[in-house]
């Protein structure tokens, strides 16, 4: 019986203790294959430490349910004069030989291209594999844009240079409209792209035994910039006494602009109950999603957040924001969407659905999970693997 391909996997962010949401989506991605193919996880952070002179590069290893994840570290004062780059390289490349030896991958897929991750392909060792890049990436829709006009033509350049090498196969977006931005903005060739979504794990499904409590208001984040959650508080100030009483707010995660939102909870808000549950597990977060009568996701840009696909897939509507992939995924029969950063827009939407809804809460389930599955999506992407993989022979 012939070994299951073995692919490395590079990302840009993991899941660790001290930030348990931060690349989950990724997480969900490779999980997704690996009943068919062998995956190896390789992380690399930086720490801008005065203390490791000149630099220590260490390496940890462990097992995440089944992934074997090797986790690479440097710590260096030293950030100029090209050392960085090297310093990444080095660290890339040592770790890359040692899986190489161990056991030769069929293709390496990169996990989001950041300052870090773009350096990979220059690598000697992986001149000659193909790789396939993922895409969640905001920068292309805000951080770009908040560079100076030369190091936004810079950019620009760049990333189509990156984008152009033969060695790339497939860039795989996950909204058709970063698609559209990677194409039209950095030249991404046309045919390299296919957009794939993200995943909602298998413990968000519809439960027909978990009833949903009316006013039980869902909202689900790593709570840092563009997210806003202030102006989901400010939209509660606007609605209705009648309607704001005996509203349940669920927040779950943190983040700094969680805490700049918590001040401005005054009297004007005190007939709604308010928790804040810090961060959770995807099964706690399922069980509330599931009784939520519907989550609201504030956000002033966003690609095509997981916790929405997560929220369909248990049937629950979502009020959010028509800001970049998401009207993708929010449409008149499961949820509503309003302009960003409209308080008054966001609390007539809240009244609406409070008052008037009528959502087949099952019907939403059955579609999204046609969409956000594991089994679907994951069949995507090892679509991508096995052509590449027959392509290179």
């Known amino acids: ?49 005065n203390e490791a002179i000149p630099f220590k590069i260490s390496t940890t290893e462990q097992d995440d349910e089944g992934l074997r994840v090797i986790r690479l570290r440097i710590s260096t004062s030293i950030r100029r004069f090209g050392v960085h780059d090297w310093l990444v390289k080095r660290a890339y490349s040592q770790a890359i030989s040692r899986i190489e030896r161990e056991q030769p991958f069929d293709l390496y897929h ?111 984040a790593s709570w840092n910039k563009p997210k806003n959650p202030r102006v989901f508080i400010e939209a509660l100030q606007l609605l ?41 597990s995807k099964t706690y977060i399922a069980r509330h999603l599931k009784e939520a009568q519907f989550l609201v996701h504030p956000t002033d840009a966003e690609n095509a957040p997981t916790v929405i696909s997560e929220a369909l897939c248990c049937g629950t509507p979502v009020l959010s924001m028509a800001v970049n992939g998401i009207p993708e995924m929010v449409t008149d029969q499961n949820g509503h969407l309003v302009p960003p950063g409209d308080a008054a827009a966001l609390a007539k939407a809240m009244e609406q659905m409070l008052n008037h809804s009528s959502f087949d809460h099952r019907t939403i389930a059955e579609e999204a999970r046609m969409l956000y599955s594991p089994e679907a999506v994951g069949a995507s992407i090892e679509a991508e693997y096995h052509q590449i993989i027959d392509q290179h022979g």
């Open 1 to 49: 019986m012939r070994e299951k391909p073995h692919i490395l996997h590079v990302v840009a962010w993991w899941p660790q203790k001290e930030s348990p949401f931060r690349g989950l989506f990724i997480r969900e991605h490779i999980l997704a294959t690996r009943n068919n193919f062998n995956p190896t996880v390789l992380h690399l952070e930086i720490d801008k430490s």
């Open 110 to 220: 990169i996990h989001v291209r950041t300052h870090l991750t773009k350096l990979v392909p220059e690598l000697s060792i992986l001149r000659s594999k193909p790789f396939l890049l993922s895409e969640h990436f905001s920068f292309y829709h805000r951080g770009f844009f908040l560079l100076e006009p030369q190091e936004q033509k810079t950019q620009q350049a760049a990333i189509a240079r990156w984008f152009q090498s033969t060695q790339l196969r497939r860039i795989m977006p996950v909204s058709s409209e970063l698609m559209e931005v990677l194409a039209s903005k950095f030249e991404a060739p046309e045919g390299k792209l296919k957009m794939v979504r993200n995943i909602a794990s298998s413990v968000f499904a519809f439960d027909s035994e978990i009833g949903r409590k009316s006013g039980k208001l869902v909202l689900v």
């Open 240 to 280: 209705p006494k009648a309607l704001a009483q005996g509203l349940e707010v669920h927040f779950i995660g943190d983040g700094p602009e969680l805490t700049a939102a918590k001040e401005l909870i005054d009297s004007s808000v005190r007939e709604i109950s308010f928790e804040f549950h810090g961060p959770q």
